[in-house]
T-cell receptor, first 114, second 111 residues
Framework: GAVVSQHPSWVICKSGTSVKIECRSLDFQATTMFWYRQFPKQSLMLMATSNEGSKATYEQGVEKDKFLINHASLTLSTLTVTSAHPEDSSFYIC??????????FGPGTRLTVT | LAKTTQPISMDSYEGQEVNITCSHNNIATNDYITWYQQFPSQGPRFIIQGYKTKVTNEVASLFIPADRKSSTLSLPRVSLSDTAVYYCLVGDDSSASKIIFGSGTRLSIRP
């Protein structure tokens, strides 16, 4: 079956630094990838949609200059949290899909900003 | 995107059948109904998807009435490991459109 991986699975960084999270589709080419954020006891919140080779589309209220998304290939998308602050601490989940197929979710990345 | 409404939480016991109902009054003609399961600190996992009537797989059944304004996820003989959050989602599956998650149903299974 389709597998999506994320790296790292957890990361701790200091306030003011940047951290990059990778999302890979391991056995299929993903034309579209999505990034979500989830706070404890809450539902997933869609942050942005990225299509390979084009700029990401951000949801309302998500700062595109703070959450940089790059979808450089059909198997890799990256989310960079720039100048991270404690309020950015969250669980970040990506999903990937082929055109016309269901979304497959990654295992998530736990970000803690100290 | 059709909005969905589910119970916030449900409790049941091992061995019981659990039915979680989702309302989606504004479902569009091209929309499919999909259910995901999420364990703590993990990404959502696809359970089942349907368009109308009944769909069954090795994990669950999905019942969809003729008007498609609601759907029911049925988990037969649950176990402790079925304790999770279950999300009902409605959307056009034909073009990998974005998924907007609702609040989900937190299912707790007791011994």
């Amino acid at each position: 079956g389709a597998v999506v991986s994320q790296h790292p699975s957890w990361v701790i960084c200091k306030s003011g630094t940047s951290v990059k999270i990778e999302c890979r589709s391991l056995d299929f080419q993903a034309t579209t990838m999505f990034w979500y954020r989830q706070f404890p006891k809450q539902s997933l919140m869609l942050m942005a949609t990225s299509n390979e080779g084009s700029k990401a589309t951000y949801e309302q209220g998500v700062e595109k200059d703070k959450f940089l998304i790059n979808h450089a290939s059909l198997t890799l998308s990256t989310l960079t949290v720039t100048s991270a602050h404690p309020e950015d601490s969250s669980f970040y989940i990506c999903s990937a899909s082929q055109q016309g197929y269901e979304q497959y979710f990654g295992p998530g990345t736990r970000l803690t900003v100290t | 995107l059709a909005k969905t409404t589910q119970p916030i939480s449900m409790d049941s016991y091992e061995g019981q059948e659990v039915n979680i109902t989702c309302s989606h009054n504004n479902i569009a003609t091209n929309d499919y109904i999909t259910w995901y399961q999420q364990f703590p600190s993990q990404g959502p996992r696809f359970i089942i998807q349907g368009y109308k009537t009944k769909v069954t797989n090795e994990v669950a059944s999905l019942f969809i009435p003729a008007d498609r304004k609601s759907s029911t996820l049925s988990l037969p003989r649950v176990s402790l490991s079925d304790t999770a959050v279950y999300y009902c989602l409605v959307g056009d599956d034909s073009s990998a459109s974005k998924i907007i998650f609702g609040s989900g149903t937190r299912l707790s299974i007791r011994p």
